[in-house]
Structures are given as structure tokens and as C-alpha cells.
């Protein structure tokens, strides 16, 4: 049966009259021409006493559906400023037709005293792809999930537990799918015993609905022009927060980018950590290559490998971009074969936004990569060439890393674990992560994986010189295989995918990238007898999808990320991050049980 295409995000449709965004398709202001930011602070910070929640509650959760301009978010961040509030805040936000920040940046001009606010956001303001993006705000005392695409139909997959509501769509005779009562149910699963709720509007079907899902609901004077607005409590149960104590320290296994990213989530959080290395250096492994591709996994159909791999290359080229990581920008993906062709052609027709994928003619191919391929190809201009070192040294940052120590044995029990550490003595920590790679299956502990259902292969890059015939290359090329542009006097071609998993560098490794580059750049590479190279080992699952998850309530994994760990370690460790926490996934349930280690488990 044939998949639906991935959906896309809702085109662009406003006009800014007189300083006043208006959206074109629902015919309605994004927010009070009077004052924008006083009907923010009226309706929906006093509506729902969020000021006393502030001053007495040392984590919120608070959703909201309509992120338009940030305005709300940004009216939260001052009130916990002038509070000088301590209260960490989860902020989940659903927007079906993103702005742009230019836009943005004139939506709030006329707020001066949360102009340095808005800039922030704005630094950070997502790319416009479908998925959920991760931003900071205050520190990271706000930790943002702006999920982009249609609020129903995201909510009804997501499990987080909410304090407050922001309802601020356009108004319901004009957007009625985001006031509807299968929404309004969500809403109610989705919210904490006695969760608060606000909205301007006092229409009827909205407080009918609310109602249906257990709100009581209460109008009172509006902002303005409009009389009234409502706020409601929730009079049934709901969910009971999942929110747990912080960790009292973890032990992370392994220092290659999965570790490395899952060191930077426990940094950020404030959580005690060790990452225990058995190697002498940072990131052994694949992540100790030279370079390597962040680049996006796209399929024909709506497959969780592709909705994974969109929001992490958001994620992790966001990162890259923060921290100068980036060494070429773009990554064109060749029609080397009549299949590949006939899939590229398939996955442009769906239309995904530019920066992610478009397609390229040969001529259009070779003016931007700078040499004859005689191929078309989807270019993917968010992806990045990086250093993948770099990337591992920048996420460690400051977190404490034991070199040459192995994980020899585990004992204890849950929440109380003995690691017995080869040269570093005895670690004691509360939790573990595996972040092992290739090694995941000899990690004392981690016994419960099939280990027969993990692969593992050996990947080699072969080094050319300068001098070769590819010198002339601007932007990296994908096919089988990959070749890069010129950097620090080297230039790499790979990688194979070998099932004898050596980590010797030979011949008939080089032989391989040869024979995987296409026919016709071939006579480009030069003889490969010369060549030097680097070979490490990944790890895989039968299905290619990452393990991240937990094998035990105090035990996880995140590993088997195979040959794309620089584009999805970040994204997977933020939510194992959120999870050790008891904090709302950023991932969905279907893809929690997608990439959950169960699958793997005797």
C-alpha cells in the first residue's frame, strides 16, 4: 500500500498594514491592534494567574495553540524576569503557517520593552520545515518545543501533561478547525489535575466544547474592545504529572557524538554527570573522522525515518551554525541510477521547502558544485559538512570525561548503581546511558539487547590528495557513497560498508570508494594505491532506526545511529534528556515506540 507524501507546512499568506499582521486566508488580525502585548498580559497571564504560579511553583508546564509571533512566549519570559522568578518552564507551542522573523521583527516593533526578548528569539528562529523545533529562552530557564505543522493532528500523538493554556488561535468563526471539540479533548488529556486556561474568545461553541472536556468554564471582562473573554479550570482528573526528581548523577558510556550530545543535554539541565571513555582520546570511533555530513533523510511516503531526520537536522544545524561548526554549506545528492533517479524525482515532486530539497538539473548541478558530474540531483541546502570532532568537543564543553577507562562490571540496583571502571576505580550514579556504538553489546549491563539483531560494519575514508581531479569541487556530493570539498589539504571519499567490521585501513577499502563513486567521476580520483585513509565501526539495527530509550527505569540507550549519528544524536539526546527529567518528550509516541529499545530486547 502506497504511503501519503510527508505533509508540508501551510504557504505564507499575511499583510502587515501599519504595523498590523493580518492573515490572508483567515481574514483576521494575529493579535489586538489596540496593544498586542497588553491583551497578552490581560487575557492570558492574568487569566490564568500565571503571576502566582511564578512566584510559588519551581517547574510549569504551559501550552499553547498559535504561536504566530511569540508574543505570548515573550510576555511570559518578561513577567519571570520582573519576578525574578525561579520557576523552570516547559513551553509547547503549535503553529501550522510560521512567520518569518523579519516579520516577526515588525509584529513587535512597537513593544520596545521586550525588544531585546524578541531579538533572542529571533536569533533562534526555526527553519520553516514541518517537525519540532527546540529553542531557549532566559538562560534556559524556557525551554521551548514549537511543533510546525496542523496543532490536532500533532497533539493527538504527543503524551505531555500541561499547568496552563494559552487558546489563541484566529477567532473560531474564521479558524474553526483549531476551537473544534476533538481538539478541545486533546486539550483536556493533555492537561494536569485542575489546569488553568484562557482565551479571548467567549463564542459559543468554544465554551460548549471546553465544557464537553471537563473544563468549568467562567467569562470575564475582556481587553479593549471585546467585552469578554474566558477562563476555565479542569474539573476532571486529568493526567497526573510525570515529573520526576533530577537525576542524582549519571554515567554516560562512551564519548563519540551520541555521548558527546547527551553530555551537553545534562550540562545545559544542570545534572551531575561522568562520561567514561575505554578509549585514550574523544571519540574514538566514527566520530573521530576528519569530516562528515549532516544531510536529511527524505522518503517517497510519510515514514518515521524521514520525520525523525527533518527535526534533527534542524536541530543539529542549529547547532553547528551557534558554534561556527559549519565547513561547507549544502549537500546535492546525484541521480546516479535509474532507481535513484526515478526516487529523487519523486520526493521533489512533494515539494518540500527549498533549503531542504530541490531539485538541480546537470547543468544547475555542475555550476554549483564546481565540476562535470553529467547528473541532475536534489540539492539539500541546509546541509552541512562539518568536523565531527569539533562538533563532539563543543558539545562536551565542560563535562568531566575519565579517558582509558572501561566499563568492567555493574552491580547495585535500580537508582543506585556500582560501575565498576577499568584504571578509574568505582563510579557511583543514579543512571546510566549507553552511548557504546559498535561496543553497545559487550557493555556490562546492556546483556538484554539481542545482540545478534545489532550490526555491526566497518566504514573506510579514503584520503586523496589535493592534486586530483576533484580539487576543483565546491560542495559535497551524496550518492552511494560521498565525496567532500577540499579541506586542510585532503580530500575524502567514502564510505563502505564492510561486515567484517576491521578497523584496519587496506586496499580493498579504497577499491570500495572507488567503485562506489559514479562511473563517470571516476577517472577524477587517481590512482587509489596512494590513497591513506581511516576505518571505524558503526553500529545498526535490522529496521535503521536509532535505539533511544530506556532498557530499565534508571537504565537507557542511545546508540545504533549507523551512519547518520551527526545529524540525530542531538535531537535523540535532548529528549532522553527530557525524559530522565520526567519533562515533555519532544518526541511523539510513535516514534518513542519506533526507535524504543524493546524491539531489540529478548
Known sequence: MEQPPLPQLDPLQVTLENGALRSA?????????????????HVFIGGTDLATALLHRDHLVIAETGFGTGLNLLAVC????????????????????????????AAHSPFAEIGPLSEELRDQWPRRWHGVHCLSMCRGQLCVQLHFGQAADIMASLDFC?????????????NPELWSADLCCHIARLSAPSARLATFTVARMVRDNLADAGFAVEKRLGFGRKREMLAARLETRGLASTRIAAPRHVAVIGSGIAGAAIGNVLSNCGISHTIVEKQTQ????????LQGLLVPFLSVGDMPAARLSISALAHSRAYADRHGLVLSSGVISLDFSVRKTRRQSHIAAQEFPFDLAHYLTAAQVAERCGIHTGMGGLCHEAAAVISPVDMCRSLLGTSPVLYGAELAGISGDEGDWQLDITNGGTLSASHIIYCSGADLHCSAGADKLAAGRLQITSGQLSYLPASTGFSGLKTALNYSGYILPC???????????DHDATQDVTLAGHLQNLELLPQSLRPLAGAADSWQGRRSRRLATPDRLPLAGPISPTRYVLSALGARG???????????????????????????????PERLIF
Open 487 to 497: 579541506y586542510d589539504g585532503r580530500q575524502i571519499i567514502g564510505a563502505g560498508f
Open 25 to 41: 486566508v483567515h481574514g483576521d488580525l494575529f493579535f489586538s491592534g489596540e496593544d498586542g502585548l497588553a491583551e497578552s498580559r
Open 282 to 289: 574523544l571519540a574514538p570511533a566514527a566520530s573521530g573522522n
Open 78 to 105: 518578561a513577567l519571570v524576569k520582573e519576578l525574578n522568578s525561579r520557576c523552570r518552564i516547559d513551553y509547547i507551542s503549535f503553529e501550522s503557517a510560521p512567520l518569518t522573523p523579519q516579520l516577526v521583527a
Open 162 to 174: 500541561a499547568d496552563i493554556w494559552f487558546l489563541d488561535g484566529f477567532a473560531p468563526a474564521k
Open 566 to 596: 551527526l545529524t540525530l544524536a542531538g535531537l535523540l539526546a535532548e529528549s532522553l534528556g527530557r525524559r530522565l527529567q520526567g519533562r515533555p518528550d519532544i518526541l511523539d509516541q510513535r516514534l518513542k515506540a519506533a526507535l524504543s
